[in-house]
């Protein structure tokens, strides 16, 4: 499934930019880096995917008037830390997982240490990116911030580390400091905030910032971002259950056999799609002021809604 | 073995300081950290230890005439690299080490999940401590460039995933692309240029930034930080060889072992240790210009040659 339908062959520029500038910047770091990892490298951040957020940050920096151009060096760097992520998020000793779209995952393609090393270069490459865009250095600064934030312990390493924890509850020792344990929709909601809403919330705030962004817009876009972080979890949680391993690249099935916490397995299929339906209500919502302008970023949410892998 | 001798109480400051401002850096985060994540970065964050990257830095910025409280964000934040690289070093698909500082090392004492997330989370809290520094945001910029350089594929993770391919050069595919084999000479300098020399290297100049040096202090410095750190990397191989689990807290002779490029498997004991005499003495050179303000750059020039651990 297309991010965008046919009508819209203005997106295009968008869609492909993204792979287009990774590429570029890859092969500069490639000249320097052993053999081994900037295969690994290429193999894990060329992928074929969605790279929605890049995209996201290229549609707010398009809803907003800027030059595109401003948000490249911000875009990529997000899928750079999303792709890290997803290379350490896959090994052994994490998910566990020999398969990611639709290929090998990078320790099955390559080898453990490979891959640990890969998703850890990945990292300082994303603020690289975003340090050598073309923003003023209050603005790269703020960029940074953001980025950090949301890659960190407040955002997607913290909500790692508590969707594991919720696995494995009875082997790690990891009963509430106060003996008051959270309720599950509480603690499902404040991993989801985290683990995968920070950096789609900071997608969009990374493309406003390579806008130049009033404070207001910023706020309405971070909302927006926000409210589609939540849908595209609970979607994913959705597609775990209900979808194959053909549609979406990966083993399906697997959340329930961990004991992972899920949408569907607190609220039931019928409530988790309503809840989707009902976050990508207020994301549209927030983007009311941009009027047509931010036509992209509406197709984003209705994508995420009905979106197959 | 002490990085100043007793006779230096002025370096009590530079010392102490690292510790308490990472303390206060981990408390903030820890307040929103799964706390199982927040154990497992005090363990290994504040694990007795020399500090000798954001001793550095501190050392360069005072050497300087700076304020110290200016560098401290920087210094903060070359610990964290420093110490990512060492959980995720010790990973069993890395290193595979059970022992660190005297201790059990991250993934023993916790888990190796917890201990790949930890390290992935002192990445971005690095690049938060230097943001959240009191710099001017050129200086913040600048800064944050020189640590991604220095601990990404040009630096640290490509001169780990050198050293890893040395080590299994007939189980990995790592042919050099031309056919031609680098003479072990070159490849063992590369390796450690990167691996340690360049995070090394980068906290004297993190300092420098701070003290806002001239280009021809901070090439002085820059030049000192690389003596030493080549010559920190032969010393510490030196010990492998030379010393015991009991006196460096750690794994002794496992370099031969796992057949490591090591500086005394390629030039032999004696070699070796005048190498690191002459890079030291370069180092030396080095600080000239600085005259009695480069004396604590000096006495960790020489401790980096007669330390046991």
């Given at each position: 499934?297309?991010?965008?339908?046919?009508?819209?062959?203005?997106?295009?520029?968008?869609?492909?930019?993204?792979?287009?500038?990774?590429?570029?910047?890859?092969?500069?770091?490639?000249?320097?880096?052993?053999k081994r990892l900037a295969d690994a490298l290429e193999y894990?951040?060329?992928?074929?995917?969605?790279?929605?957020?890049?995209?996201?940050?290229?549609?707010?920096?398009?809803?907003?008037?800027?030059?595109?151009?401003?948000?490249?060096?911000?875009?990529?760097?997000?899928?750079?830390?999303?792709?890290?992520?997803?290379?350490?998020?896959?090994?052994?000793?994490?998910?566990?997982?020999?398969?990611?779209?639709?290929?090998?995952?990078?320790?099955?393609?390559?080898?453990?240490?490979?891959?640990?090393?890969?998703?850890?270069?990945?990292?300082?490459?994303?603020?690289?990116?975003?340090?050598?865009?073309?923003?003023?250095?209050?603005?790269?600064?703020?960029?940074?911030?953001?980025?950090?934030?949301?890659?960190?312990?407040?955002?997607?390493?913290?909500?790692?580390?508590?969707?594991?924890?919720?696995?494995?509850?009875?082997?790690?020792?990891?009963?509430?400091?106060?003996?008051?344990?959270?309720?599950?929709?509480?603690?499902?909601?404040?991993?989801?905030?985290?683990?995968?809403?920070?950096?789609?919330?900071?997608?969009?705030?990374?493309?406003?910032?390579?806008?130049?962004?009033?404070?207001?817009?910023?706020?309405?876009?971070?909302?927006?971002?926000?409210?589609?972080?939540?849908?595209?979890?609970?979607?994913?949680?959705?597609?775990?259950?209900?979808?194959?391993?053909?549609?979406?690249?990966?083993?399906?099935?697997?959340?329930?056999?961990?004991?992972?916490?899920?949408?569907?397995?607190?609220?039931?299929?019928?409530?988790?799609?309503?809840?989707?339906?009902?976050?990508?209500?207020?994301?549209?919502?927030?983007?009311?002021?941009?009027?047509?302008?931010?036509?992209?970023?509406?197709?984003?949410?209705?994508?995420?809604?009905?979106?197959?892998?």
């Open positions: 499934m297309r991010l965008f339908g046919s009508h819209a062959p203005c997106r295009n520029v968008i869609i492909s930019e993204p792979y287009s500038q990774l590429r570029l910047r890859l092969d500069r770091f490639a000249q320097e880096s052993p894990s951040l060329l992928a074929p995917g969605k790279r929605l957020r890049p995209v996201l940050c290229l549609l707010a920096c398009e809803t907003l008037g800027a030059n595109l151009e401003q948000a490249l060096g911000n875009a990529c760097a997000l899928e750079m830390i999303h792709c890290y992520s997803l290379i350490h998020d896959d090994l052994p000793a994490m998910d566990d997982d020999d398969l990611r779209r639709g290929r090998p995952t990078c320790h099955r393609q390559f080898d453990e240490a490979t891959a640990i090393l890969a998703g850890d270069a990945l990292q300082p490459m994303a603020f690289e990116s975003i340090l050598g865009g073309r923003l003023e250095p209050p603005a790269l600064v703020e960029s940074c911030q953001v980025l950090a934030w949301a890659a960190g312990i407040r955002g997607m390493v913290g909500g790692q580390m508590d969707d594991l924890l919720e696995e494995n509850r009875s082997q790690m020792q990891c009963d509430e400091p106060n003996g008051i344990e959270e309720p599950p929709e509480k603690r499902l909601d404040s991993i989801h905030r985290r683990k995968t809403g920070a950096m789609i919330e900071a997608s969009v705030i990374l493309g406003a910032i390579a806008a130049n962004a009033t404070p207001e817009c910023r706020t309405a876009l971070a909302k927006y971002g926000r409210g589609i972080g939540i849908a595209f979890q609970i979607v994913d949680d959705l597609l775990d259950v209900e979808s194959t391993r053909e549609k979406t690249g990966k083993a399906t099935g697997k959340d329930a056999a961990r004991g992972k916490l899920t949408f569907p397995g607190v609220y039931g299929i019928t409530e988790s799609r309503q809840m989707a339906n009902r976050w990508v209500a207020e994301s549209l919502a927030a983007l009311e002021p941009f009027n047509h302008q931010a036509e992209g970023l509406r197709q984003i949410a209705k994508y995420i809604l009905e979106r197959h892998s």
